[in-house]
């Protein structure tokens, strides 16, 4: 990283020596004052002044003279008036002198490298407000883009079950779920069908329990209170109706003690479905696991991700940290998680999955493990010795099959090209910047008006 030259600190110096302090982790003068501003606005939102109290003279007893009754409550109000005046002068001065003492400290620490989400405790993440803490993965706003847009793309699912008589709730999955941004993003999506059918069923797993701490504040904090689109169940506290709905727990992925959580009480039944729907105990998977390797880590990341974020949130564990039944030689070692969830799906049998990854190369790896995948095929009607062994043919696991960009919503430019080909396939290529996402669906795509958002062309007919 090249160094400031002296000239940037004097004038930074000369606006406020808060921008001098700020200027080795902002770079320059304009985005330091931008967060100078960030951290004034939190410390007066955090430190907001209590109320003055309210003087209430008492009326004399009965009996003595109106005039002196007068006099007196003229006597006490002035001097409760000059008392409160003297004291808000101090209480004032003490306070400003403590809101730019907690300014200089949150100022030190954003100046020394620490991540501003983590100098503000939240970070913004669509409609939520998501608690930051030490130890935790900080959400980042490609992230934000993505879950967004599943999130649009997943009320094709709610207007599908619905009209097929389907009265169960949607059940999403989010495998090291972190500040469980990911998941309450779509769980707030949701919300916008409350008061026509149930939100989703929730499940959160990760392996570190401050993560799951977190997120089970999350949950509280953007959700605990009277939330508008929240169903007004009758009798029911809000934040038992959302803790019947969602459910954060510690666990390891690689291993399948976990999947027992998902067959507790709140689960719901499945109706009169078919075999497919019978087995299928998820219908959302979502993940953004650790995805860089070892040297991208040491090389490609920023030393202030490198300092204080957890390296076990970025890095995958070495094999000698995984069960031998987790080991797959065949996969790069930052690749490892995908090829356990997908796994995990073979197992659960989502309708849709969705992955973060790293790059475009990643991207394309994990497409590449997707198509390996495969699923018994549909019999043919007429075939009166199909249910004969060996009869029985595979397909795709997957039918479809998106890379998505940093910013899925926006058109490619004209550089960037519109669909891959991975294993003699045509993989479209959703939204611009570099890849993201691997998303997969089994059945037909989702179809709303969002389904060919992010493209240059249109990949899906009209439904």
């Not at 902002?26 to 410390?43: D, G, K, N, P, Y």
């Not at 040297?295 to 300092?307: I, L, Q």
Request: charged content about 30%.
């Amino acid at each position: 990283m090249p160094r400031l030259a002296p000239s940037i600190f004097r004038r930074a110096g000369r606006i406020s020596p808060h921008l001098v302090t700020l200027l080795p982790s902002c770079r320059t003068i304009e985005s330091a004052q931008i967060e100078l501003r960030w951290i004034r606005r939190h410390v007066l939102h955090s430190s907001r002044p209590r109320a003055e109290p309210h003087v209430n003279v008492l009326s004399p007893p009965n009996g003595e003279g109106r005039d002196r009754a007068r006099s007196h409550r003229v006597r006490a109000r002035i001097g409760a008036r000059q008392r409160l005046s003297e004291n808000s002068r101090l209480h004032a001065t003490s306070r400003k002198d403590i809101t730019e003492d907690l300014v200089a400290r949150l100022v030190a620490r954003r100046g020394a490298g620490e991540p501003l989400q983590y100098v503000l405790g939240t970070q913004p993440f669509g409609d939520l407000d998501i608690l930051c803490e030490k130890g935790v993965l900080i959400p980042r706003p490609e992230t934000e883009a993505w879950a967004s847009m599943l999130g649009d793309l997943m009320l094709a699912l709610f207007h599908h079950d619905s009209a097929e008589g389907k009265g169960e709730r949607l059940r999403v999955l989010d495998l090291c779920s972190g500040t469980g941004c990911i998941g309450l993003s779509l769980y707030n999506h949701a919300m916008a069908l409350a008061r026509h059918r149930p939100p989703l069923r929730l499940f959160g797993f990760d392996v570190e329990a401050r993560a799951v701490r977190l997120a089970r504040k999350n949950m509280l904090h953007n959700f605990g209170g009277r939330h508008p689109l929240l169903p007004h169940h009758k009798g029911v506290p809000d934040v038992d109706v959302v803790e019947s709905a969602i459910t954060f727990r510690q666990a390891d992925v690689f291993t399948d003690e976990w999947m027992q959580y998902l067959d507790d009480a709140k689960a719901p039944r499945r109706g009169d479905g078919d075999e497919q729907d019978q087995s299928r105990r998820i219908d959302i998977l979502v993940s953004n696991p650790p995805y860089i390797s070892q040297r991208g880590f040491e090389v490609d990341t920023g030393r202030n991700v490198r300092n204080y974020e957890p390296k076990i949130a970025l890095v995958p564990p070495g094999p000698s940290s995984l069960p031998p039944q987790a080991v797959d030689g065949t996969c790069a070692p930052e690749d490892i998680f995908y090829t356990r969830l997908l796994d995990i799906a073979d197992v659960l049998r989502p309708r849709v999955a969705a992955f973060e990854v790293g790059d475009m190369r990643q991207a394309i790896r994990v497409v590449e493990m997707a198509i390996a995948r495969t699923r018994p095929k549909h019999r043919l009607s007429g075939d009166q010795n199909s249910e004969k062994e060996g009869n029985e043919q595979m397909a795709s696991r997957w039918d479809v099959l998106e890379i998505w960009r940093d910013w899925p919503y926006c058109q490619p430019s004209d550089t960037e090209d519109d669909v891959v080909r991975v294993c003699s396939r045509e993989v479209p290529l959703r939204g611009s910047g570099h890849g993201r996402v691997v998303f997969l669906v089994e059945g037909q795509m989702l179809r709303n008006r969002f389904t060919n958002l992010g493209f240059r062309r249109q990949f899906y007919a009209d439904s």
